[in-house]
């Protein structure tokens, strides 16, 4: 009888592996997660002028993103170590919201995606930039963080159609 | 004329600086963040399987918060390291929902807050748990990340009164 | 004159360096390591009930082993980095001993071996029990760690015969 | 019901925590952990030859020792994060049974003690003299892991009568 | 007989150890490091044109300061771990040299100096405006790292003068 | 219009990427850097006895050079995380200037060079010089770290031709 419940990350009798990823196929793999961040409109505002004068939180979130992505292996248990190819963070304010919505975008070619890469980088910029905001406003809220898309390996692409 | 727009985390030339916590006062800070999870139904029943038998997801999501919660001031670039006295995660699991909330407690003797680090650790178990679902689902959404209490330290104690 | 005694980790000189593994055959490679922690009946009796109940030693000791799989080549420091494929943590309880064999599992494909991969993983899950365990009891005993098997590379298959 | 088995690191539910340690008295504590490592004859006199002239295998292992001990809290899932005041190994080497013995010195002035920095030091020291020696020798053992001495905190001191 | 050569970090028989600094004084302790980078003309244009407009060099280069001094005591083998209360860094373009100076100032209330944080966290400055550039000019050159001044501590304030 | 002003570490619109180096070419890289660290006569001279007797301090530093070269993409925001095939350091003591150069020595086989690498290591190890010679010695002073060659890759060879 097999316990792992369709789990890939436990073995037969429920024990949490780092599970073999042998012999998968060598591809061009990437990942895109968003994720969005809301706050009051004085702190949005605040935020918007940063990007195009001093205080520019939107770059100290992009290096914090880009930083996590590479420690993503260390973060997550089971999680493989992957070879970045690439990583980036994109940003779009939405001022009628006084949200922020921010993509991550990582590539690879190895044998394993990048899916939890992007995750982790799209979560840590938004909690950088969470962390520079918090003194003008203690209510942001962090959601809607999601795969966008994924390409390479043997599943193919994925895209969230509901999003 | 002051750059920062309101920033305590830009000088008044806009550049980012870890600002200066000394001579705050050393009290007993706790702060308590939550999150949440949603998947399919046939993804959260074998999560909740895993809980009462083998294949222990939460198991490895609590262990990945606790030590995301250590490793904090690494992850957020601003952000002061403190000495963390006591982390712990909570999962209640929403059937009807399909979805699992995270709530990540954290406390110090300090002088300095420790939202972030209870930020950190309910984002990092939930990452957590995603990855080892995904193989089940690829449209896992991860939302309502927030600082739900946080008590001590010269602004006292706050509670989001809206969630 | 070579002056390294025979080591690889020293130059002519005796300077510590890392070697180069420029050249070395990519293959697949297998490390098996052992180890084993010895306590008091009572708290045998404590870690042995958490495995088949509440409060799971073994659960977060696999979990801190397998993490440490992945950070050896920061803790060994002539240890090359290596992409691991696969990591794994098995225990065998041995009551009438009052003692744990745990053994570390793991693969690459590369060019390089992964016994010290193996051997951290398997002592940093025993020091995780040990930590559990050390409130009830101080007189605790970690012993016979060592290399089981390995597979793979120039050298080919090696298997301890004595243990 | 307390599920915990008498475990101070697993609450009432049986989840693991990191346990609070507020309140605790501070104190000067210091920890003591001891190993040994055994290798053949012709390994053995290598590594002595290396203490008195080129190849300071020990030399290495120290300062491998060393930092494994500040990194204690990031291995250890449930372990706290301690600030060190003093780090030292100690190696002993015994000819007649071709092993090396080491000892790990750790001291802090703070809430909590330092067992687990004490032996973490001290089996990364061991770890660092197997990878240097691994080509001479695959059949080294490392052994009787364990905690000498602990002094400070409310238990007081303790000692291993035993060894 | 003191074989330690007047070194705090080698014990009397030459080992290496994390020196006691248990007893010593907590008072308010600063450091303040400086070094500089010189790259041809073209390479300091750009550098100037980027703090002015898109493409922030400097932005990025002070974050990847910030973030080596709270890592330097696990860079530096026999560095204490020391809470950080304020780290900032300063940059001076220099035109005329085509020459940037950078300045890092750390602060702590602690038993020990920053010296070494400082020093850190300018050159990870330094070296991440060097990574930046090296695609633009291969002769870039860092020098000029000392410490300009140290406050706090038994042996009082420190000014380097001939600088 | 492309307001990246040459950089590859911007994008168009002037954010921080980490450079898309898939599709680059595999080949042995190789890099060598240098630095050189001066001080007073006497601590000088308690370094040259401490190479030749106990209390070795390029030895403790050589160590600290190569564990860095391992940590320099967590280090360097815009690093891509490359396997390292072979890493030493080399010192050449100046009596006459009172003075220590180093070298740092990187090799891989991948398809992105390892330059931040070799400079990382150089300055990581003359650092640690730094630290354990700081208590003699306050005025001491880091210069000429540079990079002295490059072979492999697309730009093919690369020497300092002014050095």
């Known amino acids: 009888m097999d316990n792992s419940n369709g789990f890939t ?12 990823v042998g012999g998968k196929e060598v ?3 990437q990942a895109i997660a968003k994720g969005r961040i ?10 918007r002028q940063g990007t195009i004068g001093k205080g520019d939180v939107l770059g100290v ?15 997550i248990p089971l999680c493989h170590a992957i070879p970045i190819e690439k990583a980036g963070l994109d940003f779009v304010l939405l001022p009628e919201e006084a949200a922020i919505e921010a ?3 990582v590539k690879t070619t190895g044998i394993t995606g990048v899916e939890m890469e992007a995750l982790t980088g799209v979560t840590m910029a938004l909690l950088t930039i969470y962390d520079m ?4 406003d203690k209510g942001i809220c962090i959601s809607e963080v999601y ?17």
Do not use: W
């Open 61 to 75: 979130a992009r290096i914090a993103g880009i930083m996590a992505v590479k420690k993503t292996s260390s973060l």
């Open 103 to 105: 993509a991550c975008t």
């Open 38 to 47: 809301a706050m009051t409109p004085a702190c949005f505002e605040a935020v």
């Open 133 to 136: 905001c918090k003194a003008l």
């Open 147 to 163: 795969l966008l898309e994924k390409t390479g390996g043997k599943s193919g692409t994925y895209r969230n159609k509901e999003k």
């Open 9 to 20: 990350h436990f073995d037969q009798e429920g024990a949490a592996i780092m599970v073999d």
């Open 27 to 29: 591809t061009v793999r």
